[in-house]
């Protein structure tokens, strides 16, 4: 091992294809008990492999050495503070993880029966109402499994509803602070993305809004908008927005992505939205990151409420005998299925854990400390050299997150913010969010989310502070950084144009 390698470095991340010897088993079970059937009586011919899958062959404690091994190679939330910008990377209390592994919950079949199915369809319906509440709209489909598949169910219910009306609208309006996702889910619902400004206070640009709309009224279907924006800025004139957008006919849509800064204080029903997608999995402490398990839920208005993804779980009085539950397929209006079954059960026994265990006042103050925390970590970063090299990006309170510019410090430094980000790492914590949006020059989009302390805050701005500090006399190191990580810093561009995807089987 070199001088300058950690031992993570020196070992050589082995997959467990390499790990395999023929043979080798986690486990040996029984001989079965019944009469064997031939395989070619149970499933047709053409569907057989001609060869078993190669499959690792491996003991059961090399397996669990193995992930072991693998998850610590990964920054955690576990492992520290992972101030990732619109992302909610906060603490997931393990309370809601024993609630979901009940064996009502872990082991439910998602093809049983909805008769043998009640207490799970409760507890969606009872999770239904409470993001209703939450959104103040009166109707809700769990069915979206992420932010941008609920996004994508959006404009699919804003399509149905001009179609309803006879009206084939073609121009969907989103601000250039929109998450990417925005624009990619507009695209895929055969819509054309229209582009508005920001203005010098960080919100929609009105004049620009105005222009957008008039230019061709009869074919704005949507305007897509988060609130507070990427920014980490609520939009003074949302509730205008909300006016000009209806007078022309359209329907709007709130990215709720950064819901996590108005729980409890706004509610985007109540300034005028007319669909909303909740990410459970940010606000509602579903752990989330590397592909999922996540959930986007929608919430809609009673206008878009016949277009709702198909079946609805519904609840049904009996005459004196309580409630059940059911679910609904009779929706002739429906946009269809948006996936197989009803979406991510565990993720939805975690959320609604986490809303119970809060409660309305507790949700509110979870909003409260994630603007708290946003405000004095931007306070504390707008002193010494971070005000300096790294000032924020608009001059206002802000809600659950910010951004910071490193435009100065690429200037009198020669350090990148990328540069700034992998130093991080090094003092133990997760870069935030790099160069996005996109509108501010080497953006640094930093959410502290309200799980953290007020000492994990100092730390974070006193590891900048010292970063900055030794850039000044020696930049090469930040840019040769990370030094402690697993892996040090890796060819980006090389792994997006020549991603190695598989992996030769000796």
Do not use: W
């Not at 920001?198 to 009224?217: Q, W, Y």
């Not at 924006?229 to 000009?244: C, S, V, Y």
């Not at 800064?261 to 752990?287: C, E, T, Y």
Request: aromatic content about 6%; overall charge negative; hydrophobic content about 35%.
């Amino acid at each position: 091992m070199a001088l300058t390698e950690t031992p993570m470095q020196a070992e050589h991340a082995r997959t467990i294809y390499e790990k395999s010897k023929p043979g080798r088993r986690a486990a040996v079970l029984p001989d079965i008990e019944v009469p064997e059937t031939p395989l070619a009586e149970l499933i047709p011919a053409e569907l057989l492999r001609a060869e078993p899958p190669r499959l690792p062959e491996i003991a059961e404690p090399e397996i669990v050495r193995h992930y072991n091994k693998l998850s610590r190679r990964n920054f955690d939330l576990d492992s520290g503070f992972y101030p990732l910008g619109s992302c909610t990377m906060k603490h997931n209390p393990r309370l809601n993880e024993r609630v979901a592994a009940l064996p009502g919950h872990a082991r439910l079949h998602p093809a049983q029966d909805p008769k043998r199915a009640q207490g799970a369809l409760e507890l969606m319906s009872l999770l239904q109402e409470s993001l209703g509440e939450i959104c103040g709209l009166p109707h809700v489909s769990l069915q979206p499994s992420a932010g941008s598949h609920g996004e994508l169910a959006g404009l699919l219910l804003t399509r149905a509803f001009h179609a309803d009306r006879g009206e084939e609208r073609t121009k969907v309006l989103a601000p250039d602070t929109s998450h990417g996702t925005n624009p990619a889910s507009v695209t895929m619902a055969g819509y054309e993305v229209v582009k508005v400004a920001t203005n010098e206070r960080g919100g929609v640009e009105m004049d620009d809004l105005r222009a957008k709309i008039d230019a061709d009224p009869d074919q704005v279907a949507c305007l897509m908008l988060t609130n507070p924006n990427t920014l980490g800025l609520f939009d003074e004139n949302i509730a205008e927005i909300a006016e000009l957008i209806h007078a022309a006919g359209g329907t709007l849509y709130y990215d709720g992505a950064n819901l996590n800064a108005v729980m409890g204080h706004s509610r985007p029903g109540d300034m005028g939205f007319d669909i909303v997608h909740v990410n459970l999995h940010k606000s509602f402490s579903q752990p989330h990151g590397g592909g999922g398990p996540g959930a986007g839920p929608i919430a809609v208005s009673e206008r878009i409420e016949p277009f709702l993804p198909r079946p609805q779980v519904v609840r049904r009085e009996n005459n004196g005998h309580g409630p059940s539950f059911d679910l609904d397929h009779e929706r002739p209006k429906s946009i269809g299925r948006l996936r197989g079954f009803q979406g991510n059960f565990g993720v939805f026994v975690r959320s609604y854990a986490y809303i119970l265990s809060l409660g309305g006042d507790g949700l509110a103050e979870a909003s409260e400390t994630a603007v708290l925390n946003a405000n004095y970590l931007k306070a504390c970063l707008a002193e010494g050299l971070a005000g300096e090299r790294l000032p924020v990006a608009f001059e206002r309170h802000c809600m659950h997150e910010f951004v910071l510019s490193g435009k100065p410090m690429k200037r009198e430094l020669g350090l990148a913010t990328l540069d700034l980000a992998k130093r991080l790492l090094d003092f133990g914590f997760h870069p935030p969010t790099v160069y996005f949006p996109l509108l501010v020059e080497e953006a640094l989009m930093i959410e502290p989310t309200e799980t953290e302390t007020k000492e994990s805050l100092d730390g974070f701005a006193a590891a900048i502070e010292q970063i900055l500090a030794e850039a000044e006399s020696d930049p090469e190191r930040a840019k040769q950084a990370p030094y402690t990580t697993p892996v040090r810093r890796l060819d980006e561009v090389k792994a997006t144009r020549r991603p190695v995807v598989r992996q030769e089987i000796s």
